[in-house]
């Protein structure tokens, strides 16, 4: 739930020991590539370009020379055909695999790319029910839920477990504190502010169908309304 930027945000040293044969020496800040969980970019001068992609790791070093200086931005795709283990089985790995990968470019920086990133991995997905309009219900061009700045993402949105309540966790992904409110289509009667497990609620104050926070620089909160 946060970024990561290369040669920045790097552990100091090496990963160091992992068995008496197996010692891990090469510096982190020179490990490539990387893990990638839904997408990369590259920005300079106000330019932004994004990949979108569904492989497991990314790299930016040109692979075919190790000397090009510039960034060469690249999905990279693995595949396991043994197991690690010493008498372990081979993985034949039968039928399709398939990958999916999202280009787009813009002004700015990564801050910038960030909903396209990942909202090219999360596609909306139609369903065709035969329901009746009921009067009551959202109208057709209103967001289930609206967020006054777009460095804080909503990850849930749920009925709580044991209660006919619901459950809202938003996160900070820029590193920014951030004065935020949240606008529901619907009535807000009572308000909490939990943990990660969702326990421990202090009530907190609230409007009709709103409320304000502040999210810290890459925290996780979670609240519970009832409704």
């Known amino acids: 739930m946060g970024v990561v930027e290369v040669g920045k ?127 009551g219900g959202l109208s057709e061009n209103r967001s289930f839920v609206q967020l006054d700045k777009n460095n804080v993402i909503i990850s849930t949105l749920k009925k709580t477990d044991n209660e006919n309540s619901y459950i809202i966790r938003l996160y900070e992904v820029t590193g920014e504190d951030t004065d935020i409110r949240v606008t529901f289509p619907f009535t807000i009667k009572r308000l909490w502010k939990t943990d990660m497990i969702e326990e421990n609620g202090k009530e907190i104050q609230h409007d009709n169908n709103s409320f304000s926070t502040r999210i810290g620089h890459n925290a996780i909160e979670t609240f519970k309304l009832e409704l």
């Open 9 to 135: 945000d790097e552990i100091r040293g090496a990963a160091g020991f992992s068995k008496p044969d197996q010692i891990y020496s090469t510096e982190c800040i020179k490990v490539h590539p990387r893990e990638v969980q839904d997408w990369f970019n590259a920005s300079s001068n106000n330019t932004s370009v994004n990949i979108s992609s569904s492989v497991a790791v990314f790299d930016w070093i040109d692979p075919t020379t190790g000397s090009n200086p510039y960034t060469i931005l690249q999905p990279v795709l693995l595949s396991s055909r043994k197991s690690c283990h010493g008498e372990g089985n081979f993985y034949l790995q039968p039928g399709n695999h398939t990958y999916t990968f999202t280009f787009t470019s813009g002004t700015g920086n990564w801050k910038n790319s960030i909903q396209k990133g990942k909202q090219a991995g999360m596609p909306l997905q139609s369903l065709l029910v035969n329901a009746l309009k009921k009067p």
